[in-house]
């Protein structure tokens, strides 16, 4: 529905039809809530404003009387609100800049630790030697930026930037462990040890047939027992190439639950390696919103609940707790609706900030490849009023978001956003 600019009123839902740039507030949408907002929307020099009626909360002004031509207005300048306003707006582009550098710097390096993984995996057993060296670098360079003295944000990759699901998989598992690991305070050399068992936790799938290892249906007794070996086949190739103990520890034990009902030992809490229990919160974690079949995955936020509702005895509650902590209520690549009815994606998180991460919003009137992306901790007005699974999304939404069908992860501490903690 379309108005005239001098029905406008507080309460009414408006749509500004020019460039995001164009204009000094926050969104192309968004409920009016006072006159000095009607002002600045008159300043535009738009003739008509489009409505959205259904969410509105006032009625437009009547129309006013035609009458003859007035002569030509005098220019005002800008009020100390709207200098503001548009000084507020020139803070939200640099904010999505750096958010939009900070995620391209991240799948550079997420692609690059990628093809590391990959080559590890070839030379396993043809080179274990030069496996071991690129497995130590790799986790040598990712200790050497978790150490730095930053906060961590942890970013949602691209599809496109996952790579094979053999190489994700493990390289999640690293990172996110990696993560709890120092925010438990643990030793950098205890940290380095964790990253390299992360690295080859599942190495053992290789001698298990690829059938039964990507089966997307209930595997039989027989075959899940074949599956489980994996743990000590790891362990046989672990020793091959000299990983340490405690690497060797997080293979042979990373399916170890605290309630014992884990195998292959069925030990009990504080008989499991502090390591194994680190990777045995992400590795179930992450096998929840990857699996087999994309399907039947949980969302981020759903596979978090579910851990801590329902599986909470299974888990040392000390890195499960950290771990909630930092990837948030909603972690990323959870689908949200906002307190305003916008939809959006999370984007990233800071640790710290577990209701405040950085959002993929949903709007129509700005090209997908220049989407917006609100940081909430600096958008006081706005907060996730629900978490949402992508197939109830009206399929435009769905196109533009593009939830992740795979959810894969990387930190970076160049965050200079962040405050301290």
Same mark, same amino acid.
């Given at each position: 529905m379309t108005i005239s600019v001098d029905q406008l009123c507080v309460g009414l839902y408006?749509?500004?039809?020019? +460039?995001?740039?164009?204009?000094?507030f926050a969104r192309n949408s968004?409920?009016?809530?006072? =006159?000095?907002?009607?002002?600045?929307?008159?300043?535009?020099? $738009?003739?008509? /404003?489009? /409505?959205?009626? *259904?969410?509105?909360?006032?009625?437009? $002004?009547?129309?006013?009387?035609?009458?003859?031509? *007035?002569?030509?207005?005098?220019?005002?300048?800008?009020?100390?609100?709207?200098?503001?306003? /548009?000084? =507020?707006?020139?803070?939200?582009?640099?904010?999505?800049? *750096?958010?939009?550098?900070? /995620?391209a710097r991240c799948e550079k390096e997420y692609l690059k630790a990628a093809n590391t993984l990959k080559n590890i995996s070839r030379n396993l057993f043809s080179r274990p030697e030069a496996a071991y060296e690129d497995a130590d670098q790799l986790i040598q360079q990712m200790l050497d930026s978790l150490l730095a003295e930053r906060d961590i944000a942890i970013h949602l990759m691209n599809d496109?930037? =996952? +790579?094979?699901?053999?190489?994700?998989?493990?390289?999640?598992?690293?990172? $996110?462990?990696?993560?709890? &690991?120092?925010e438990m305070a643990l030793p950098p050399a205890d940290i380095k040890i964790l990253g390299m068992g992360c690295l080859f936790h599942d190495t053992g799938k290789v001698e298990i047939p690829d059938r039964i290892v990507h089966n997307k249906f209930e595997l039989t007794k027989a075959e899940q027992n074949l599956l489980q070996l994996h743990c000590n086949y790891g362990v046989a190739i672990a020793e091959k190439i000299g990983l340490p103990k405690g690497a060797i520890d997080i293979i042979m034990q990373h399916h170890e639950y605290a309630d014992g009902s884990g195998y292959p030992g069925h030990l009990i809490a504080d008989k499991i390696s502090l390591l194994a229990r680190i990777v045995c919160v992400i590795n179930t974690y992450d096998n929840h919103c990857n699996r087999p079949n994309p399907a039947d995955s949980l969302t981020p936020y759903e596979a978090l609940v579910h851990m801590f509702a329902h599986q909470r005895k299974l888990f040392d509650p000390i890195p499960l707790n950290i771990f909630i902590r930092c990837m948030g209520v909603y972690p990323p690549g959870t689908v949200v609706k906002l307190s305003d009815g916008?939809?959006?994606?999370?984007?990233?998180?800071? &640790?710290?900030?577990?209701l405040r991460p950085c959002v993929l919003i949903y709007d129509p009137s700005v090209p997908k490849n220049e989407a917006i992306i609100l940081d909430l901790n600096k958008e006081s007005e706005l907060e996730v009023s629900a978490s949402l699974r992508p197939a109830v999304l009206a399929p435009a939404v769905y196109a533009y978001l593009s939830p992740r069908k795979h959810m894969t992860y990387y930190f970076d501490t160049q965050n200079t956003q962040a405050p301290k903690r």
């Open positions: 408006v749509h500004l039809d020019i +460039g995001w740039l164009e204009h000094s968004f409920r009016i809530k006072n =006159a000095e907002q009607i002002a600045s929307i008159r300043k535009l020099g $738009l003739k008509t /404003i489009r /409505i959205e009626p *259904a969410r509105c909360e006032a009625r437009p $002004l009547p129309p006013p009387p035609v009458v003859a031509p *007035a002569a030509a207005p005098v220019v005002e300048q800008p009020s100390a609100e709207e200098l503001a306003m /548009i000084q =507020a707006k020139k803070e939200r582009v640099e904010r999505l800049m *750096a958010e939009r550098e900070a /995620i496109k930037i =996952a +790579g094979e699901e053999a190489y994700y998989h493990s390289l999640n598992v690293s990172i $996110l462990a990696m993560m709890v &690991a120092k916008t939809f959006g994606m999370v984007v990233s998180v800071n &640790a710290g900030k577990p």
